[in-house]
């Protein structure tokens, strides 16, 4: 079955860096489209990368461009989402998600998510 | 593109029929899809390409729309539908999301 793990959150200081990854399991992971998508506590879900199978095309959410860089292992089935620069506006679940029509942005299966806290 | 739904909340009870809206800031032809979200859990996708029901959803669930108006209908509530909605617009990066609307039970 598809499974999708996120790991890598954690408590970190203002304009330090992190890097979440997503490990992939039960699908050809090299096939399809992922994405990151972020929840502040107690808010609505904000898209903010997404990236090709082959890792050719990226987009990002204007609140993360310059600062947040989307990227893929296909031959260790894992997605990273390396973000530098972590304001406080910042914190929240980061959830990956796989996009079952190229880079559509329609996402059928999700993580459970990994928690991000930037505070001093 | 912004996208704006409601209501924002709404009370209901099992067995009632519920519709939420959601509005595009621009046309975005059918390139919108519906999550359900649980308290603590991630969301789960119900609707894509506006009106298509994704496997395994009931069939309670339905969705309308093109252009830059859509709806998100449950014919008959159930105890598990009681989620938070999101739509979501796939016409164009950044893909954005709506604000939800929380189903509660009246």
């Known amino acids: 079955q598809v499974q999708l793990v996120e790991s890598g959150g954690g408590v970190v200081q203002p304009g330090r860096s992190l890097r979440l990854s997503c490990g992939a399991s039960g699908f050809r992971f090299s096939s399809f489209g992922m994405h990151w998508v972020r929840q502040a506590p107690g808010k609505g879900l904000e898209w903010v990368a997404a990236?090709?199978?082959?890792?050719?095309?990226?987009d990002y959410a204007d609140s993360v461009k310059g600062r947040f860089t989307i990227s893929r292992d296909n031959a260790k089935d894992t997605l990273f989402l390396e973000m530098n620069s972590l304001r406080a506006e910042d914190t929240a679940m980061y959830y990956c998600a796989r996009d079952f029509f190229g880079k559509s942005g329609y996402c059928d299966y999700w993580g459970q998510g990994t928690l991000v806290t930037v505070s001093s | 593109i912004q996208l704006t739904q409601s209501p924002s909340s709404l009370s209901a009870s099992v067995g009632d029929r519920v519709t939420i809206t959601c509005r595009a800031s621009?046309?975005?032809?059918?390139?919108l899809a519906w999550y359900q979200q649980k308290p603590g859990k991630a969301p789960k996708l119900l609707i894509y390409a506006a009106s298509t029901l994704q496997d395994g959803v009931p069939s309670t669930f339905s969705g309308s729309g093109s252009g830059t108006d859509f709806t998100l209908t449950i014919s008959s509530l159930q105890p598990e539908d009681f989620a938070t909605y999101y739509c979501?617009?796939?016409?164009?990066?950044?893909?954005?999301f709506g604000g939800g609307t929380k189903v509660e039970i009246k």
């Open positions: 621009q046309g975005i032809s059918s390139y």
């Open positions: 979501q617009q796939l016409n164009s990066y950044p893909l954005t």
């Open positions: 990236i090709r199978y082959d890792g050719s095309d990226k």
